[in-house]
């Protein structure tokens, strides 16, 4: 998938522009603002395989229900609600990207402060919890 593809909005469809993060390739929406990462771009940044798939089998289980937003980057609808400490994300069943109601980054960099990780510690940060932090790095 190139960095410079344009994606739709998965809530709204308008066409979304590259985020401000330079640690994780993000895209946001300039009408809804919503926020939204790529499978792609996730498993890139993710320090190891088992925190992809547990965000991938977390996508897949019928634990919460689904929201109908659709995947900008493979096409995917509705999208899985999935509980991260405490906060609720959407998540693409197929490809696992990950769509962000405007206000959702500001709840996980919050959440990030009061519960600082070691990045170094690779073994430390393992499933849902790696997510959480990656997505304090916004
Ligand atoms: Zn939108
Ligand atoms: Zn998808």
Same mark, same amino acid.
């Given at each position: ?5 344009? %994606?739709?909005? !998965? ?8 985020? !401000? =993060?330079?640690?994780?390739?993000? %895209?946001? +929406? !300039?009408?809804?603002?919503?926020? %939204?990462?790529? *499978? ?20 897949? =289980?019928?634990?919460? !229900?689904?929201?109908?937003?659709? +995947?900008?980057? +493979?096409?995917? #609808?509705?999208? #899985?609600?999935?509980?991260? *400490? ?5 998540? +693409? #069943? ?6 962000? /109601? ?19 510690? /690779? /073994? ?15």
């Amino acid at each position: 998938m190139a960095n410079d593809a344009v %994606w739709p909005c !998965p809530k709204c469809q308008t066409n979304m522009s590259p985020g !401000p =993060s330079v640690l994780l390739r993000n %895209w946001h +929406c !300039p009408a809804c603002a919503f926020d %939204w990462v790529s *499978g792609e771009a996730l498993a890139a940044f993710l320090p190891t395989v088992k925190a992809f798939e547990k965000l991938r089998s977390a996508a897949a =289980s019928g634990e919460l !229900p689904t929201r109908m937003l659709q +995947c900008p980057t +493979c096409r995917t #609808r509705p999208m #899985r609600l999935v509980r991260i *400490g405490g906060i609720v994300i959407d998540v +693409c #069943r197929k490809c696992v990207g990950v769509a962000l /109601d405007p206000g959702e980054l500001n709840a996980f960099k919050a959440h990030g402060q009061r519960r600082p990780y070691a990045v170094a510690a /690779d /073994d430390v940060i393992t499933g849902l919890d790696a997510i959480l932090h990656l997505l304090t790095l916004f």
